[in-house]
Antibody, heavy 120, light 105 residues
Framework: QLQLQESGPGLVRTSETLSLTCAVS??????????WAWIRQPPGKGLEWIGA???????SYNPSLKTRVAMSVDTSENQFSLRLTSVTAADSGVYFC????????????WGQGTLVAVSS | SSELTQPPSVSVSPGQTARIPCSGD??????TSWYQQKAGRSPVLVIY???KRPSGIAERFSASISGNTATLTISGTQPVDEADYYC????????FGGGTRLTVL
């Protein structure tokens, strides 16, 4: 059974860098038919796509976050990561990692989400 | 920038049919997916590639697309279907609609 598990600090100081990792079990991040993504949800609000990464390291980011986002993949540890720099309170929320297949196939597996608060 | 528009809320009586629209520019040319999210839980994919239902998703969930509007239909709505529903499409990346709260009362 495929599982994704987010991990990282629950509190990040304003202007610092948010770093999260998604550990994948039951599947390989090196699978050439899937992409791995980060999606977030501010408290009481909707879903926002942050970006996605392929096992080769190729990335695609939300244009509104592109200058602050970096994703990486570690095939040896079977995990992928998110870094978001210069965070503000607007970056607070639940961060999900997820998997999607080829174009149009949807995000079929999601992690349970991790709550991140940004505060000074 | 491209956007997907959903009504904030839809109400339906148990056993009736719920329809949740999602509109966006040239949506008919982009694959649409739909997600169900219950309070405090992760989203669940209920429809992908406009009309396909993943294994394990109840047959009462279906979807259609016409022009710039995609519609999620829940036939014979049950109280367990009460949740937030999000549409999602592809346009230089992924975009989500604002979500629709489905109330079954």
């Amino acid at each position: 059974q495929l599982q994704l598990q987010e991990s990282g600090p629950g509190l990040v100081r304003t202007s610092e860098t948010l770093s999260l990792t998604c550990a994948v079990s039951g599947a390989s991040v090196s699978d050439n038919s899937h992409y791995w993504a980060w999606i977030r949800q501010p408290p009481g609000k909707g879903l926002e796509w942050i970006g996605a990464i392929y096992y080769t390291g190729s990335t695609s980011y939300n244009p509104s976050l592109k200058t602050r986002v970096a994703m990486s993949v570690d095939t040896s540890e079977n995990q992928f990561s998110l870094r978001l720099t210069s965070v503000t309170a607007a970056d607070s929320g639940v961060y999900f990692c997820a998997r999607r297949g080829s174009y149009g196939s949807g995000y079929d597996y999601w992690g349970q989400g991790t709550l991140v608060a940004v505060s000074s | 920038s491209s956007e997907l528009t959903q009504p904030p809320s839809v109400s339906v009586s148990p056993g009736q049919t719920a329809r949740i629209p999602c509109s966006g520019d040239k949506l008919g040319n982009k694959f649409t997916s739909w997600y169900q999210q219950k309070a405090g839980r992760s989203p669940v994919l209920v429809i992908y590639q406009d009309t396909k239902r993943p294994s394990g998703i109840a047959e009462r969930f279906s979807a259609s697309i016409s022009g710039n509007t995609a519609t999620l239909t829940i036939s014979g709505t049950q109280p367990v279907d009460e949740a937030d529903y999000y549409c999602q499409a592809w346009d230089s990346g992924t975009m989500f609609g604002g979500g629709t709260r489905l109330t079954v009362l």
